[in-house]
T-cell receptor
Framework: QKEVEQDPGPLSVPEGAIVSLNCTYS??????FMWYRQYSRKGPELLMY????GNKEDGRFTAQVDKSSKYISLFIRDSQPSDSATYLC???????????FGQGTILTVHP | GAGVSQSPRYKVTKRGQDVALRCDPI?????LYWYRQALGQGPEFLTY????????KSGLPNDRFSAERPEGSISTLTIQRTEQRDSAMYRC???????????FGPGTRLLVL
């Protein structure tokens, strides 16, 4: 079993929809949680970062971490075609050191 | 400013050859990470450095893989006696001191024939 599980999708939604992306993990030592967005043929770019449990909002994006359930989510409001990409959750135990990634969810937002 | 750069962007080699992949981190970034990403998968950790010191090499698959960062800036990932299963995208990331976030480069696509 992988340390981080993420449904690969693909997920297809109409423009304007609310998108929910999720990951579960098994290692309770993870403290730092990130969401990366990866466009085709590009490197991952950091979208959201959260330390420990709680919510964080940035524009149309909201990240949630529930450490008791070992479950993290990313919500995208008013989705746009430009949001079409692969979304990767990632986490790590300490402030430095390796990231452990999920498989990535492929999202398509159609006009 | 300039982001993380990697070279070459594409490398095709024959089985049994050695390859060297280069990473130039963002200027001033202390930490440098190497990952490998298979198609349809998330990046998988290989190794990382703080300055010139290799801190963790637990993700290197076997002793054909090695990495160095002699002056605490540019890093080289070397794969000796390449095998077809080594074909993947190799990504480098860097982060500044005191920051948890990692900034990724565009990657080197390696194809072993």
């Amino acid at each position: 079993q992988k340390e981080v599980e993420q449904d690969p999708g693909p997920l297809s939604v109409p423009e304007g929809a609310i998108v929910s992306l999720n990951c579960t993990y098994s290692n309770s030592a993870f403290q730092y949680f990130m969401w990366y967005r990866q466009y085709s043929r590009k490197g991952p770019e950091l979208l959201m970062y959260t330390y420990s449990s709680g919510n964080k909002e940035d524009g149309r994006f909201t990240a949630q971490v529930d450490k008791s359930s070992k479950y993290i989510s990313l919500f995208i409001r008013d989705s746009q075609p430009s949001d079409s990409a692969t979304y990767l959750c990632a986490m790590k135990r300490t402030s430095y050191g390796k990231l452990t990634f999920g498989q990535g969810t492929i999202l398509t937002v159609h006009p | 400013g300039a982001g993380v750069s990697q070279s070459p962007r594409y490398k095709v080699t024959k089985r049994g050859q050695d390859v060297a992949l280069r990473c130039d981190p963002i200027s001033g970034h202390v930490s440098l990470y190497w990952y490998r990403q298979a198609l349809g998968q998330g990046p998988e950790f290989l190794t990382y450095f703080n300055y010139e010191a290799q801190q963790d090499k637990s993700g290197l698959p076997n002793d054909r893989f090695s990495a160095e960062r002699p002056e605490g800036s540019i890093s080289t990932l070397t794969i000796q006696r390449t095998e077809q299963r080594d074909s993947a995208m190799y990504r480098c990331a860097s982060s500044p001191v005191g920051q948890e976030t990692q900034y990724f480069g565009p990657g080197t696509r390696l194809l072993v024939l």
